[in-house]
């Protein structure tokens, strides 16, 4: 039997990078996975790949998470297609970068809407659907969040850091309930959006390597692989925790 053979699973940001790859690799240990996209074209992409592996996903798009309305549409939808919800896995995740003396307003509040906010509101509309079996809360939030961020990164960090702890909260709460709630901190993963960064600022993107014990930059199956397991009953006993994954970085 394989290690999540029926469970359902709702991956958010499954039209790139790390939300990509755990379509994959969910649908490959037997879940049924709905996933959902702001980004249309990116979301029927990853379908299709997985439709061309011999699996099935579900998707809706473009959902837009930072819009509570949409976040609760969208759960509720997803909920539907099979009955019930095994587990959320919030991965989506946008934020603005800039210098500190110019950063913008708005560029802070889009950077709580779409990397904190999103995943209070996915887990408050689904928190009602992972009481009635409990299940698991897999929150995505970054080595940032434990260190700060690189340059331009105040808002990201200081996002990151609220999923941390929010992670934590709710592993209190969902306790009594059979919710394991936890977070995983990826390091730095060659998603698409770093890859054509790191080519265009090749003195920048190097220097990030350089704390790493493992000579190289995370991939989107580093942490989906994480993910999977802390999905599956192998990590039963596993509930509040951050899960640094990022070759060593933050480790010294
Ligand atoms: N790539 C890295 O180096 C790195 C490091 C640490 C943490 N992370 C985190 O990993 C997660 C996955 O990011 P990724 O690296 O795969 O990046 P990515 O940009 O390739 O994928 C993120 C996906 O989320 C979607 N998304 C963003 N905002 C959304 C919204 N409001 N509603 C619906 N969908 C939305 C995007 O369209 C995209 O498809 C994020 O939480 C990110 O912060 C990434």
Not at 66 to 81: F, G, H, L
Not at 92 to 107: I, K, R, S
Not at 122 to 137: D, E, M, P, S
Request: with cysteine; aromatic share 8%; charged share 20%.
């Amino acid at each position: 039997m394989k290690s999540l053979e029926n469970k359902v699973v709702l991956i958010t940001g499954t039209g790139s990078g790390q939300g990509r790859e755990a379509a994959l690799r969910f649908t490959g240990a037997g879940a049924l996975v709905v996933g959902c996209d702001i980004n249309e074209k990116g979301n029927r992409e990853t379908r299709e790949m997985v439709e061309r592996a011999g699996g099935s996903l579900v998707t809706m798009e473009p959902v837009n998470l930072s819009d509570p309305r949409q976040a609760e549409k969208w759960i509720d939808e997803a909920a539907a297609v099979h009955g019930r919800i095994d587990v959320l896995y919030n991965n989506a995740a946008a934020p603005h970068f800039a210098e500190f003396d110019e950063f913008p307003l708005d560029g802070w509040q889009f950077t709580m809407d779409n990397e904190l906010n999103l995943v209070f509101y996915a887990t408050r509309f689904a928190w009602k659907y992972l009481k009635q079996n409990g299940g698991v809360i897999i929150n995505t939030a970054s080595t940032a969040g434990i260190t700060g961020s690189g340059y331009g990164g105040a808002a990201h960090a200081a996002a990151k850091a609220g999923v941390i702890g929010f992670t934590k909260h709710m592993a209190l709460e969902g306790a009594r309930h059979g919710i394991r709630v936890v977070a995983i901190s990826p390091g730095v993963i060659e998603t698409p959006g770093f890859v054509d960064w790191a080519k265009a600022n090749p003195a920048e993107a190097e220097p990030l390597l350089a704390r790493n014990l493992i000579p190289r930059f995370g991939k989107p199956r580093d942490i989906a692989g994480v993910a999977l397991f802390l999905a599956s009953a192998d990590a039963d006993y596993i509930t509040g925790a951050n899960i640094v994954v990022d070759g060593g970085r933050v480790s010294w």
